[in-house]
């Protein structure tokens, strides 16, 4: 619970909102608070799961599926994510996403999308036992971040 309570008290800090404790929290929710917890003190943090999604925008799939091939190391900056805790939504602002092991674990599904208007999902995964890192200030990152916009992925496993 102490935990909680100085993960919380973080939060409140960096967004000037007020948080309730809450009286019961998922087990993603609580890593979740305390990954942004971490970044907002230290300025880095490990992911609080090993998979995240990206929304690609449907113009530029060919020259994302060609950057990104099948995987790798992953070096990503966005202008910002946003978490959602109960009521509350938190904002990260400028954070990067290092990763040296990374799958694309829908590209089948991606190279199948020849119709339609909607922006695409990718979703990635860590090929291995490795770790997502977070960090802010970002880094200035390659030609990913023109061509897409991080979505955490609603059901990830925690580790």
Known sequence: MAELIVALDEVQ????????????ISYTDFHELQMLHKLFTTGRALWPDRRFTMGVRRDRLAEFLDTVGEGGALHVRF?????????????????QLDAPHMR???REELEAATSG?????????CADE?????????IPSKRLESITEA??????DCR
């Open 13 to 24: 800090k960096h967004t000037k909102t007020p948080f309730r404790i809450p009286e019961t």
């Open 79 to 95: 202008d910002g994510l946003g978490f959602v805790d109960g009521e509350h939504r938190i904002d990260t602002g400028p954070v």
């Open 104 to 106: 694309l674990i829908n």
């Open 117 to 125: 208007n909607a922006d695409l999902q990718a979703e990635w995964e």
């Open 130 to 138: 490795t770790s997502i890192q977070s960090a802010a200030p970002p």
């Open 151 to 156: 979505k955490r992925s609603p059901s990830c």
